[in-house]
């Protein structure tokens, strides 16, 4: 359990040391140089909860950081606030990081432990196997709302339609370990006396298989707009856990709206 706590400070170490040597400018030298700052808003339609069956609607921000080098080819509203510390236009990796919203004890939640807000962050690693595909995995540590991992793969093969118009879809899947499927999946002793639900105990494993895709415009150069869809289906401790079961759905639908604006400058 060690080792894989330190995955993401190893991750972490690595990176900064091999933007470092292509610097060649001392520890700190890969800093200098050009940077982007991308800033952005999602509005979209979603489970109420984690695994819930009820919808509403929602905002996200969205935050992405990095050394400006070869245009990114794709891009995708499911990528999590990112730091790229290596970026070759083929390849990217850096650091990630994900905000997490507190949830409630209302409704169909009644009677369980509230999940306090908090964060989760890692690293992450992309790349392009063909010329029309991105392929990204995120492996991430939570902070205070949970202290599990959580590890988000996805692949998006993407088309152009026009020179500002772009259409992308794939897969997806999510691992968790136990400790964050006790956070948002686990039922107590305690809590299943106040909240009428069975009593579940969860382990760690696969958490959902699904699918994405998205339209998007480019509205200016640095400005662009999206259109998405997302469909997952719960599976391992997740779907096993008696919230899903007895309170909720194991598939779960989003669809929404984004626009982000991206900002140039030089340190």
């Known amino acids: 359990m060690r080792i894989v706590r330190a995955i993401p400070l190893l991750l972490t170490a690595s990176l900064l040391g091999a933007s470092a040597a292509e610097a060649g400018d001392g520890p700190f030298g890969w800093v200098s140089g050009d940077w982007y700052l991308t800033l952005g808003a999602t509005g979209m339609v979603a489970p109420n909860f984690e695994g819930g069956k009820k919808y509403m609607l929602s ?16 891009t995708s509203r499911n990528d999590n606030i990112s730091l790229a510390l290596v970026d070759d236009g083929g390849v990217r990796a850096g650091l990630t990081g994900k905000f997490l919203f507190s ?21 992450f690693f992309e790349f392009y196997p063909t010329d029309w595909m991105r392929a990204r995995a995120e492996l991430r540590h939570g902070i205070r709302a949970h202290n599990g991992f959580v590890a988000d793969i ?14 992308s879809g794939g897969p997806r899947v999510s691992f968790a370990s136990a ?51 997302e469909y997952s289906r719960l599976e391992g401790p997740a779907a096993d856990s ?15 709206v984004s626009t982000t604006y991206r900002f140039d400058f030089k340190m």
């Open 103 to 123: 949830r409630s004890s209302d409704d169909e939640l009644e009677g369980l432990d509230p999940v306090r807000w908090g964060g989760e962050v890692g690293g």
């Open 242 to 256: 008696s919230l899903v079961r007895e309170r909720g759905d194991r598939n779960q639908f989003m669809v929404g």
């Open 179 to 229: 400790n964050y499927f006790d956070a948002y999946y686990g039922v107590n002793a305690q809590e299943a006396v106040a909240s009428g639900l069975s009593q579940y105990n969860p382990g760690g494993g696969l958490k959902s298989v699904g699918l994405g895709g998205a339209v998007t415009w480019k509205v200016t150069d640095p400005m662009t707009a999206s259109l998405f869809g």
């Open 59 to 74: 905002a996200q921000p969205i935050i992405s950081l990095g050394k400006a080098g070869p245009q990114a080819r794709f």
């Open 154 to 167: 996805a692949a998006d093969a993407f088309y152009d339609v026009t020179p500002t118009v772009r259409i």
